[in-house]
Nanobody
Framework: QVPLVESGGGLVQAGGSLRLSCAAS????????MGWFRQAPGKEREFVAA????????YYADSVKGRFTISRDNAKNTLYLQMNSLKPEDTAVYYC????????????????WGQGTQVTVSS
């Protein structure tokens, strides 16, 4: 088990920034690839970004490339998502996930999921 807890969501105006965090419990955090996903009302959950266990490889959805940055601090068991130039269409519940992923499976499937944090971007 890898309990995950997201934080950092909130209400922000278009063009603003937010930094999401995902805190993991246990000693196995550094073994897992990590990802961020989001789900808007009435829509399916979609991939946002992923990072390898070492942090050496990162992957992004086209919709967020150049605006969002995923990173991790294995010493702190924490995953981050820096979101800049936010748009109303970024409004969603954001979830972090952990799994035994690699360069071919960074979109999933993931084994462990957090409860999510709401991000709302006003126009």
């Amino acid at each position: 088990q890898v309990p995950l807890v997201e934080s950092g969501g909130g209400l922000v105006q278009a063009g603003g920034s937010l930094r999401l965090s995902c805190a993991a419990s246990g000693r196995t955090f550094s073994r897992y690839g990590m990802g961020w996903f989001r789900q808007a009302p009435g829509k399916e959950r979609e991939f946002v970004a992923a990072i390898s266990w070492s942090g050496g490889s990162t992957y992004y959805a086209d919709s967020v490339k150049g605006r969002f940055t995923i990173s991790r601090d294995n010493a702190k068991n924490t995953l981050y998502l820096q979101m800049n130039s936010l748009k109303p269409e970024d409004t969603a519940v954001y979830y972090c996930a952990a799994g035994a992923t690699n360069s071919r499976s960074y979109r999933g499937p993931y084994d462990y999921w957090g409860q999510g944090t709401q991000v709302t971007v006003s126009s």
